[in-house]
Structure formats: structure tokens, C-alpha cells
């Protein structure tokens, strides 16, 4: 085993199919700031030609007629609109620097994460070999970020950020998008939509782009909170005023929330009782999550999760969960196996995952097979039998215990 390893080259191809997300996210915050300063941009443009244009008309007194008493009076009225319109402009220009700074700030951050996280992945093209050290230190950082990320994907935040701290891996994981994420959830299992419709806002650019429905649904569950206090004016209002844009999409819904003015909270009658349910809410929070982990390219399970998967799935064989499958755990075994599917800590673990695809199989040296079916090498086999003490022209069979006679065995030939 020591010298495959040696010989192995490590192919980095394959490790990098889990790291996907880890420069997909930094390039989707950073074309989301783009985007974000463009549209701020636009629109400060716009106001602020219209105020110049109109400061500019201010100043003009050609019209005017310099022979008219009240030439000065007006003169000076218009020099004071021309300097308001010119101190409103400049203030919008300030106000728009600072919005600019931010952002490049912002920007500046997204730009050091990527720069050190392209460096975390070169130093893996870097490794000749699956042997070499510097492996097994690189496979380390790696293990720190995936536990890092199990926690950010469970809630354990300050864990989280002090085990990112510890190793030095900051830049490496996603904290304060799993922070902000988690803030916006918890506000959504507490009741409020505010903080939902305030990132749904900011993010409606990439969500038309995937016809997502969770604006419509935070919408409507605004509506069905002012039904539930029977606000029913307030209700009709709210629903003139945020329905109209979604009638073709959800008419359906759109139908069945009108009911609601009709039926009160403690029907019994579908869906009103389904929609007044107060389980909407995790769903709402739910809904989030998955769109957010849409929309910034993460995995919705942990890659904890997926790498242990596939480790599991690797190392796994039938015999690994037979009934005489040789583990700590068995007390009909005879044998120590040092298979870790077969241990204690991972075999329920891995018992719902698929099989490895294996295209070689491995015998021993003379086969031979025994009355119950089971395949060992001859030699082997015969040597277990004379350390366990057993008399001459019997053998057992390490894995179930039985035993027989050496006339019960018979030679296996492989074609």
C-alpha cells in the first residue's frame, strides 16, 4: 500500500469537482456589485443632468429685461435657485462617491478572497504525488473549510468563525454570506418579511432571470397576516396594489387568497386552512434558502456531506453490511477487518449509499470454496485453522465460524 502510494500521481482534476462553488461564489458577489453600481449609476446620472439642466436655466437672465425695477430682485432669486440646485447636486455627486467607495471596498475584499483561494487550488497542481506532505497539509486546509462550511450551513456561526480564525482559512469560506443568509432565515421563522423583501429587491435583476416566486409568496403572506388580524380594507388594498403583476403567473393563488376575505383564521375548510397555517412560515424560510443558494451557485447540501458520501460509496462492498461482515461490531466474526465501511462509526452511515462501480476483482492465490459458499485461499485458510487449535483435516471459516472437513472443500477455477 506504502509504495502505490509513492508511485500514485495525484490527479487534481478530481479533486477540484467539489470546489466549484468555492470561485463561483467571490465571481457571483463581484458581478452582482458590477451590476449594483451600474444601476446606482444610471440613475444618479440621470437626476443629476435634469438638476444641471435646471441650474443652468436658473442662471440665465437673458430674458430678463435690465431696465425693469425689480431687475436686482429677480436676479437674486434666481442666483438663489441656481445655487440650490448646484449645493443639491453636489450633494447626490458626494452621496454617490460614498456609495462608489463602499463598494470598492467591498470589491477590494472580493478581490483578496479569489486571489488566495486560485492560490489554495494551484498549490494542488503543485503535489506530485498523493504521498508527498504537502498533501496530506493541503487535504487538511481542505477538511478545515468543508467543516467550516457544515457549520455555517447549520447555524453554528461564532463556531464557525473561530475555527476559520484558528486555521487561518478566512478567506477560504464564505462566513458573512452564510451570516447574512441565516440573519434573513431566522427573521422569516420569527414572522417578519422585511428583511426578505429588502435582499429580494436588491436581487431582483437575477431573480427575473429565474422566474422565482419567492417575492410573490412573501407578498401574499403579508396578505394572509392582514386577514388573520381581519384587517380586510387593509388586506384588498395590499393585494391592488402587489397582486396585479403576478395575475398570469399565480392567478390560481391570487383566487384562493380572495377566499381568505370571506373564511377566518380558525377554518376548518381547504386551502384557507392551509394558508393560515402558521407552517408557511419555515416554508417561506426554506424558500430562501433555496433561492439564495441558487442564485450565488452553492450547494444545497453540505460538501461535508457530498465529500463523506463519496468517500463512503468508494470503499463500500456488499460484504460490508452482510450479516457476518467482519467488524467490531460483530460478534460472529473471528476476524479484524480494516475496512472502515465495516466499522462501527460508518457502517449505518453507509448503509442507504449506492456501491462503488469496480471493474477488477481481486482473488487470492488457490482458491478454494467451502460447503456455504464462502471463497478463501488455500493457504490462508488452512494456516487460520491451525492457529485457532483445530485438529487435523478440519477447517473454519473465519468470517461465520463454521466448521468442515477438508474432504468438504473443492478447488475454484477462475475462466
Request: net charge neutral; with cysteine.
Amino acid at each position: 500500500m506504502a509504495e502505490l502510494l509513492t508511485t500514485a500521481q495525484l490527479n487534481a482534476e478530481s479533486h477540484l469537482l467539489l470546489e466549484e462553488s468555492l470561485l463561483r461564489l467571490p465571481s457571483e458577489l463581484s458581478r452582482k456589485n458590477f451590476k449594483s453600481v451600474q444601476r446606482i449609476y444610471e440613475h444618479e446620472r440621470v437626476i443629476i443632468k435634469k438638476q444641471l439642466k435646471e441650474a443652468a436655466e436658473a442662471a440665465n437672465v437673458t430674458h430678463v429685461d435690465q431696465t425693469d425695477d425689480n431687475f436686482a430682485e429677480i436676479l437674486e432669486k434666481k442666483t438663489r435657485a441656481s445655487l440650490h440646485s448646484l449645493d443639491s447636486m453636489i450633494a447626490r455627486i458626494q452621496n454617490l462617491k460614498r456609495k462608489m467607495e463602499a463598494t470598492q471596498e467591498e470589491e477590494k475584499i472580493i478581490e483578496q478572497q479569489t486571489r488566495k483561494r486560485i492560490q489554495h487550488l494551484q498549490d494542488l497542481y503543485e503535489i506530485p504525488s498523493l504521498a508527498d506532505v504537502k498533501y496530506d497539509d493541503w487535504s487538511r486546509v481542505r477538511l478545515d473549510r468543508l467543516l467550516v462550511d457544515y457549520l455555517l450551513r447549520k447555524g453554528y456561526t461564532e463556531s464557525a468563525k473561530e475555527l476559520a480564525k484558528e486555521r487561518e482559512i478566512v478567506d477560504l469560506v464564505d462566513l458573512d454570506v452564510f451570516v447574512h443568509c441565516h440573519k434573513i432565515e431566522d427573521g422569516l421563522r420569527r414572522g417578519g418579511t422585511a428583511e426578505c423583501l429588502a435582499w429580494c429587491t436588491d436581487h431582483k435583476p437575477m431573480m427575473k432571470k429565474t422566474s422565482n416566486h419567492l417575492e410573490f409568496e412573501l407578498r401574499l403572506q403579508q396578505y394572509i397576516e392582514l386577514c388573520r388580524e381581519r384587517r380586510l380594507l387593509d388586506a384588498r388594498q395590499h393585494a391592488q396594489k402587489h397582486f396585479v403583476q403576478y395575475k398570469d403567473a399565480h392567478i390560481l393563488e391570487i383566487r384562493h387568497a380572495a377566499g381568505l376575505l370571506a373564511f377566518s383564521p380558525d377554518t376548518q375548510a381547504e386551502p384557507y386552512k392551509t394558508m393560515y397555517s402558521l407552517f408557511r412560515w419555515a416554508s417561506l424560510a426554506d424558500l430562501f434558502v433555496k433561492t439564495h443558494h441558487d442564485l450565488y451557485s452553492l450547494p444545497h447540501l453540505p460538501l461535508l456531506h457530498v465529500a463523506l458520501s463519496a468517500g463512503l460509496s468508494a470503499l463500500k462492498t456488499p460484504s460490508c453490511h452482510s450479516a457476518y461482515a467482519p467488524s467490531s461490531s460483530n460478534a460472529r466474526s473471528i476476524t479484524t477487518s480494516i475496512c472502515p465501511i465495516c466499522s462501527t462509526e460508518l457502517n449505518e452511515l453507509a448503509r442507504n449509499l449506492p456501491y462503488a462501480h469496480h471493474t477488477k476483482s481481486y482473488v487470492e492465490n488457490d482458491p478454494i470454496v467451502l460447503p456455504n459458499g464462502r471463497i478463501y485461499g488455500r493457504d490462508r485458510l488452512m494456516a487460520m485453522s491451525v492457529q485457532v487449535g483445530l485438529e487435523g483435516g478440519k477447517v473454519k471459516d473465519p468470517t461465520t465460524g463454521e466448521v468442515f472437513g477438508e474432504e468438504e472443500i473443492r478447488k475454484v477455477y477462475i475462466s
